[in-house]
């Protein structure tokens, strides 16, 4: 007898797996952890790929946050200044994220992308696999609490990285950080304007003037 695996039992699986605090939400077949704080929202993402009714597929996790203070200040400019090389939606878009599969060994990372869930058993195979990572996103989140954190973290790391750290766009939030932590950040953005003006951006460029005199006026 064929077994089915649908969105109810990979919803019982992510409960045995829930980090402490952290509620189990899902929007349409996306499942998540979140967990608000004062000053930032933490989802944690446990990506897999669905082949309801049969199966899942995991490959990896990651961990998002949005810090409340700085997406609001993004939005203020957003909604005066419509933009079509990004969205942002207020408590919503997030502000960093960071993946997690990396803590696994090769031969782990092959054995949870080639283990098909499809019954208790079957989870039980990759089940420490999504904790180790999962415990790392945790530790993350534990370890790195304020802005000046990330900004930190961010500074520390190349600029390939810093685009994978930071969600788009990068450079507008890298300005706006700057200025919640007393950082100058003129010439930053200033630089930053230049630089789209060369390349022909002009949107984008409009939308970094907008921003500079809503930072400006603060």
Not at 4 to 15: D, G, I, M, R, S
Not at 104 to 124: A, H, I, M, W
Not at 196 to 205: G, S
Request: cysteine-free; charged content about 20%; aromatic content about 14%.
């Amino acid at each position: 007898m064929e077994t089915t695996y649908n969105k109810e039992e990979l919803q019982a699986h992510l409960e045995l797996i829930k980090p402490s605090g952290f509620t189990l939400e899902s929007y349409e077949n996306e499942f998540f952890y979140t967990k608000n704080e004062a000053l930032r929202k933490i989802t944690i993402v446990p990506f897999y790929d669905d082949y309801f009714p049969h199966d899942v597929v995991f490959t990896g996790v990651s961990v998002s946050f949005l810090f409340y203070n700085l997406e609001q200040i993004l939005n203020n400019v957003y909604v005066n200044n419509p933009i079509t090389d990004f969205k942002h939606t207020l408590n919503k878009t997030n502000s960093f994220r960071k993946g997690f599969t990396n803590v696994l060994s090769p031969v782990d990372k092959e054995k949870l992308k080639s283990t098909q869930v499809l019954d208790d058993s079957s989870f039980y195979i990759v089940k420490p696999l999504l904790e180790q990572m999962i415990t790392g996103a945790v530790n993350f989140v534990n370890q790195n609490q304020t802005l000046q954190d990330f900004y930190n973290l961010g500074e520390a790391m190349n600029e390939d990285d810093q685009l994978n750290f930071y969600v788009h766009p990068a450079s507008f939030r890298m300005a706006i950080i700057k200025k919640l932590l007393n950082i100058p950040y003129d010439t930053f953005l200033q630089n930053e304007i230049t630089l789209y003006n060369q390349h022909n951006m002009t949107d984008v460029a409009s939308f970094a003037i907008a921003l500079k005199n809503h930072l400006d006026n603060l």
